[in-house]
Structures are given as structure tokens and as C-alpha cells.
């Protein structure tokens, strides 16, 4: 997945009324305000409500559904390869946000300051807090490329990380 992929999909999103906000490898990119690595996919949170209107504008662009793990999470593959990871939000009253997961009774949770901004090819675009990309790269054991990320953002940010 490329930056300009990237950005297409966000204006269209936009333009469509669809608010998400990208997580994983290119939302750390976002953060630092640079691309640092390739990136095979794109991890997008999106609201649940809008889960229909996003689905239906991703298969008119040619993307099909290829894994389906609701309601925790979803893909979806497009023209070239591209994938993007979707991630449905339940939001709270004061903006806060929760995502079902693998157990039952424990959410994985956003509070209302994660959603922010960064910069993709120029860009500004939502993407989560760097302390949040921290808390979603726990309880596994990281690839090379999630501790150089980690390190990116230890070194850009001074926050603490667990790897």
C-alpha cells in the first residue's frame, strides 16, 4: 500500500462522509511525519455505524472481503494487493471508543485523546495517538519491524514502550 493509495482512499472517505483513523504501520508513519518502511496493509478504525456505507464504497473501488474475524476486525483486498484491516468502533458519548476482541468482557479500549493527526505525503490525516499504537503493541511477541517502530516512536515522542 502506498502513501498516494493511501491518501485516495482517505479523500474518498471523506468526501463520502466516513470518518476513520489509521492505526498499524502507516499511523506510526503518520505520527513521524515520514515513511519509514514499506507497508503491506492499511489498518483503519472506523465507526461501526458506518460499517454498510464503507463496505459498499471499498467493493465499488474493487475490493473484496478476505478475512472476517467480526466483530473484532475485517479485510478487505483490492485492486494490486492492497489490504486494508478494519477495526469497527463503538463511540461513547464523550468521544471515547471501544473495539470488541478476542475475549469476551475485555474491549479493546480508545479514549477520547487518542484520535489525532498526522501527516502522510504531505497531508494531514487521523490516524491514533502515539501512546495508543504503544497499547495496541502488547501481549504478542513483536517482528523486527514492530520493534523499529516502537524505537521511532520512544525516540520521537519520550514515551515509554514494553519492547
Known sequence: MTGEQVIALLEDFERAGLSVWIGGGWGIDALLEEQTRPHRDLDLMHRAADELRLVAMLAARGYVETIDWRPVRFVMAGPGGAEIDLHP??????????QASLEPGKPFVYPAT??????????????????????????????ERDLRDMARLRE????ATHF
Open 89 to 98: 468502533l463503538a463511540f461513547k458519548e464523550d468521544g471515547s471508543a471501544e
Open 114 to 143: 487518542c484520535f489525532t493527526t498526522g501527516v502522510i505525503e504531505g497531508v494531514t490525516v487521523p490516524c491514533l495517538s502515539a501512546e495508543q499504537q504503544v497499547y495496541f503493541h502488547q501481549g504478542y511477541e513483536p517482528a
Open 156 to 159: 520521537a515522542f519520550g514515551i
